[in-house]
């Protein structure tokens, strides 16, 4: 997967240039349909080239489609992923690479890459950062796109090897007679025991800065009691991109690891897309610091006023030219682009026609016509 800044690399580099986008479903239900991606293809080719007229730009389209004759990588169909892409120029392939989600079945000829279709499957490129709790140590993984990692382990500063590593659950049975030297005893060793996790927690923190950005999400699970501690401890620092997992067992397996890391990175993206597109459309219009719409979004993106920029899988797939032209402007400008999905793309979807920006400034409505022309 290409990074944001790759991307951005990308279209610079590629900018003036003529480039076939190619974007392909290539999931299959039936093992019998695994190549069917190829006639697909082809198909989408030869409709992209009718509609070339100059002789030259045709032939140099055809020096571009000859490159995907035989694709490398390939398509990966039922067994890999469920999507693919590639650009591709009159002097080969750029760039060629399976998708982790399925897109709209597209092709364009076109000066630069287009990329809107990409950035849906670029916030699945996210990783997501697992820390399995006990009251002396974390273990720690990162998953994304499907693959599992262990990174290292933490230990509690100043662990005892002595000291039990878990807590014991309180006796159910009484005594008949005090033990105040043996209570004193137990509850020395239980401050020691929590001010080490403390310290533990702070390093858990700092560990996890040092190996995520803004982007990461945080999956919190392990024994129960330490891994709410933890929780508690680290909620405010990564306050909207974490989750502590109640099922999320310290012997969990790799398999039930990584499937909890992409349930609550699914949960995560989406309790913040929502969020975040009613914020916008609450904020939207008069002097708020959001746009709107098409119209809106366009007029804060002539003035250089958008931070974000959302707009919804619908929306590139009916109006394919204006959010490539729309994401373009974004990225060239140094802002952020998303794409929200269930809920929250349902909502951008019926609220404001699949589009809307968060803004670094509040910017005056218009006074004068032609609001809608291109950014």
């Given at each position: 997967m290409l990074t944001l800044a790759e991307l951005q690399e990308m279209q610079r580099e590629l900018a003036g240039t003529e480039v076939l986008s190619v974007y392909l479903e290539t999931r299959a239900t039936d093992p019998a349909m695994r190549d069917a991606w190829r006639a697909a293809l082809q198909t989408t080719i030869r409709d992209v080239r009718s509609r070339i007229s100059d002789d030259g730009a045709r032939a140099e389209?055809?020096?571009?489609?000859?490159?995907?004759?035989?694709?490398?990588?390939?398509?990966?169909?039922?067994?890999?992923?469920?999507?693919?892409?590639?650009?591709?120029?009159?002097?080969?392939?750029?760039?060629?690479?399976?998708?982790?989600?399925?897109?709209?079945?597209?092709?364009?000829?076109?000066?630069?890459?287009?990329v809107a279709p990409y950035l849906r499957a670029l916030k699945q490129s996210h990783p997501v950062l697992v820390a399995l709790v006990e009251s002396d140590s974390v273990r720690l993984f990162r998953y994304i796109t499907g693959v599992l990692e262990p990174i290292e382990k933490l230990d509690a500063p100043g662990y005892d090897a002595e000291r039990p590593g878990r807590p014991t659950a309180p006796s159910l049975h009484g005594t008949s007679a005090a033990t105040p030297r043996g209570a004193t005893g137990s509850d020395a060793a239980s401050r020691r025991r929590h001010a080490s996790f403390d310290r533990l927690v702070v390093s858990l923190g700092e560990r996890l800065v040092q190996l995520g950005s803004n982007d990461?999400?945080?999956?919190?699970?392990?024994?129960?009691?330490?891994?709410?501690?933890?929780?508690?401890?680290?909620?405010r620092q990564f306050a909207g991109r974490m989750i502590v997992s109640t099922s999320l067992d310290h012997d969990a397996s790799d398999s039930e690891i990584a499937s909890a890391a992409k349930h609550a990175a699914s949960d995560l993206r989406a309790t913040r897309g929502l969020t975040l597109v009613d914020q916008l459309i609450d904020q939207g219009g008069g002097k708020g610091h959001a746009a709107v719409g098409v119209p809106a979004t366009q007029r804060a993106l002539r003035a250089q006023a958008v931070d974000l920029l959302l707009v919804t899988p619908r929306f590139i797939s009916a109006h394919e030219d204006e959010a490539e032209d729309l994401v373009?402007?974004?990225?060239?400008?140094?802002?952020?682009?998303?794409?929200?999905?269930?809920?929250?793309?349902?909502?951008?979807?019926?609220?404001?026609?699949g589009i809307a920006a968060r803004l670094r400034f509040a910017i005056d409505e218009p006074s004068v016509a032609g609001d809608t022309a291109n950014p």
């Open positions: 389209f055809d020096s571009a489609a000859a490159f995907l004759r035989d694709p490398k990588p390939s398509p990966g169909g039922t067994w890999r992923a469920p999507g693919w892409v590639a650009f591709v120029t009159a002097d080969g392939v750029r760039y060629a690479s399976d998708l982790p989600v399925a897109p709209h079945t597209y092709a364009t000829w076109r000066s630069g890459p287009v990461s999400w945080v999956l919190i699970g392990g024994t129960r009691e330490w891994a709410n501690l933890a929780g508690d401890a680290l909620g373009r402007a974004t990225i060239a400008s140094g802002a952020d682009v998303d794409v929200p999905s269930g809920e929250a793309a349902e909502q951008l979807d019926r609220a404001a026609d």
